[in-house]
């Protein structure tokens, strides 16, 4: 945090052994303990905080991309049933099954005829 060597620390406690005294120079080294603790554990609460709100809204980003991903999922999902439907249901359907088996067997003479398939 701060850089102090040794004679900057012993020049401070010199100086505040002669303004405090040596009688008060013990509590005052407490309170002033107490104070950095309060401090340091004040500024540890704000960091985890910070930390936790740039998680929380990296966690809210994945969120709606994968909120997009999904309903992307879902309107292929309902597409393709729509196409499995239209064809069951032209399976199911005389007329539609009719017209389907003709083109299979003009498809199959053709193929008869060229000796080619056709893929």
């Known amino acids: 945090m701060f850089d102090f060597g040794f004679w900057e620390l012993a020049i401070v406690g010199i100086v505040a052994l002669v303004v405090v ?14 104070f950095l603790g309060k401090l340091r554990r004040y500024f540890a609460s704000v960091r985890a905080d910070i930390e936790s709100e740039l998680k929380s809204a990296e966690l809210k980003e994945m969120l709606e991309k994968q909120q997009s991903e999904i309903s992307e999922l879902r309107s292929i999902l309902s597409e393709t049933k729509q196409d499995v439907e ?9 007329t539609l099954a009719d017209a ?18 056709e893929s």
């Open 21 to 34: 005294g040596p009688d008060k120079l013990p509590a005052l080294a407490i309170k002033l303990g107490r």
């Open 86 to 94: 239209t064809d069951v249901k032209s399976f199911t359907d005389p």
């Open 100 to 117: 389907v088996a003709e083109e299979a067997t003009k498809s199959t003479s053709q193929t008869s005829l060229t000796g080619k398939s």
